[in-house]
Nanobody, 123 residues
Framework: AVHLVESGGDSVQAGAALKLSCVAS????????WGWFRQVPGKEREGVAV????????RVANSVKGRSTITKESTSRTLILQMNSLKPEDTAMYYC????????????????WGQGTQVTASS
């Protein structure tokens, strides 16, 4: 079985930085697209950033571009989202996920999900 466990979420003041981590375990093969998604109650889940573990290409949502970086550490099977200059509108539950094949924007295209970690940025 595949397990994804997120951590690093916290309640912070606007302008602060957070580093979210997602540790993967189980039988996971190369050639996957890994992503961070977020969701606010009552709204659809949206993509934040994705990275392909074979190609290394990344894509970051306009809402966090210039403030966030996604990386993946192959040896530790850890997906990282470094978020700087947090804004109140970044407040959400953050999930990591992956899918085999190319990176997609639609969260519905991802098969494996973690339970999420809450990020709250207060003004």
């Amino acid at each position: 079985a595949v397990h994804l466990v997120e951590s690093g979420g916290d309640s912070v003041q606007a302008g602060a930085a957070l580093k979210l981590s997602c540790v993967a375990s189980g039988n996971i093969w190369p050639g996957a697209c890994w992503g961070w998604f977020r969701q606010v109650p009552g709204k659809e889940r949206e993509g934040v950033a994705v990275i392909h573990d074979s190609v290394g290409a990344t894509r970051v949502a306009n809402s966090v571009k210039g403030r966030s970086t996604i990386t993946k550490e192959s040896t530790s099977r850890t997906l990282i989202l470094q978020m700087n200059s947090l804004k109140p509108e970044d407040t959400a539950m953050y999930y990591c996920a992956f899918r085999y094949g190319s990176c997609k924007v639609n969260p519905g295209d991802y098969n494996y999900w973690g339970q999420g970690t809450q990020v709250t940025a207060s003004s």
